[in-house]
């Protein structure tokens, strides 16, 4: 190629360059062919991150309708918890577990784009405007800012349905649609809303029952006995919090209930469809209520509000044979009435399905095995109280005013 350096002009009264003159076109002397090779690989890396975002762009649109929404009914009526806003908070539960997976990718092809600088064998450049690892500092960057946007659509789904009041409502709605505009305030939302500078923010934080995940007892398909140990842990390290706490099963009459999020699922939304399970709640005051749930992915513990979105979801999606229901006993009538012999997990030739807990089986004076009583959902019979899953939220989620 001729002389790329730009040369001054003589007439010394003009402060400037003249044009460089090419002797041919830098097209006629490239080769007319398809890309192969590294240079072809790279293309296609950055056609994946653009069609990836346009993708991306697609779902942040759709929920701009969807937040939108959601802050109407909020606005209407700020303790709304009807049907229609459970519906459209699933709706939004699906454009960010969507988001989610287009986030994923995006930072696979970072790490592709990245690779690629050692697949280069010499250090000339692969095009002529851009190397290849100012072009992966570019993409990572890109990447970088897309992963942000997607924490801040997860809080907003966590906490539009739960919005306190109509401000908030509309508040967290512009963040999702505005989020470029309003990042400089998103880390002061957060403060704002869950660290609220009123009365609710004076009031005592709920006592950690359990501060180490890994030092309860947790043994794979016992939860009963998981959470019977839990109530254990409380009643002698905290005795005065029992009767703030409850041991729930979850199951139907076709013992089949649909749970997400757990570690046992298998797919990206770790589905696990099971015949009933166990978790332990914490309700130390009206408007809060925590889970602790041994088998879930989730923070240990995890809000109420959180939990159920996540866990549950919604029974509209649903046919009727996988609707959840809940049983809900007291932890101190749990304690002292429950018991199981573990036949349950015993096969017909007296093995185990699954291996049991290293200590002794739970038993009472007056039966040997009554774990049947609290599976089955039958509202007339069986201990504490039978609840729907809209039961089940109106009872321990109370949002404050």
């Known amino acids: 190629m001729c002389d790329k350096t730009p040369k001054k002009t003589n007439n010394s009264t003009i402060c400037g360059f003249s044009p460089v003159t090419l002797h041919e076109s830098p097209a006629q002397v490239s080769p007319q062919k398809n890309l192969t090779g ?3 690989i790279v293309r296609d ?11 991306w762009n697609d779902l ?9 929404e959601i802050a109407s009914l909020k606005a209407d009526n700020p303790k709304d918890l009807s049907p229609n806003l459970e519906q459209l908070t699933n709706d939004l539960y699906g454009l960010v577990q969507s988001l989610r997976h287009y986030k994923e990718a995006l930072i696979l092809f970072s790490n592709q784009m990245r690779a690629t600088e050692k697949l280069q064998q010499n250090g000339s450049p692969l095009f002529i405007s851009l190397n290849l690892k100012s072009l992966a500092n570019l993409v990572e960057s890109v990447i970088k800012a897309y992963g942000e946007e997607f924490e801040v659509k997860e809080f907003v789904l966590e906490n539009i349905a739960h919005a306190k009041n109509s401000d908030e409502a509309m508040f ?15 880390s002061d939302s957060k403060t704002q809303i869950i660290q609220r500078p009123n009365s ?14 890994a030092e309860c007892s947790h043994v794979s398909c016992y939860c009963e006995e998981n959470v019977y140990k839990l109530c254990q842990d409380v009643s002698t390290r905290h005795s005065t919090e029992l009767n703030k706490c409850f041991v729930v099963f979850v199951s139907n009459p076709s013992r089949t209930v649909p749970l997400w999020r757990q570690r046992a699922g298998k797919d990206e939304d770790r589905l696990v469809i099971w015949d009933y399970h166990v978790i332990f709640l914490y309700h130390p005051e009206p408007e809060k ?4 749930d041994l088998d879930s992915e989730l923070p240990f513990p995890t809000y109420v509000h959180k939990y159920v979105t996540e866990t549950f979801r919604t029974d509209h999606i649903l046919k009727p044979d996988y609707f959840r229901y809940f049983r809900v006993i007291p932890a101190a009538e749990f304690l002292r009435d429950f018991s199981s012999d573990r036949r349950h997990m015993k096969r017909p030739d007296g093995t185990w399905i699954k291996p049991p807990p290293n200590y002794p089986a739970i038993q009472t004076a007056a039966t040997a095995h009554n774990l049947e009583d609290y599976i089955q959902m039958d509202l ?22």
């Open 172 to 186: 967290l709605a512009a963040l999702w649609t505005y989020h470029n505009q309003l990042k400089d305030m998103a």
């Open 200 to 213: 609710e923010n004076n009031k005592k934080n709920p006592i950690n029952l359990f501060p180490k995940q």
């Open 60 to 68: 942040h649109i759709k929920g701009c309708t969807v937040v939108k």
């Open 38 to 40: 590294l240079p072809r």
């Open 45 to 55: 890396l950055v056609a994946d991150v653009y069609n990836n975002i346009q993708k």
């Open 289 to 292: 209520c925590l889970v602790y």
């Open 380 to 401: 007339s019979k069986g201990p504490g109280q039978v609840l729907n899953l809209t039961q089940f939220v109106q009872r321990f989620y109370k949002p404050a005013t």
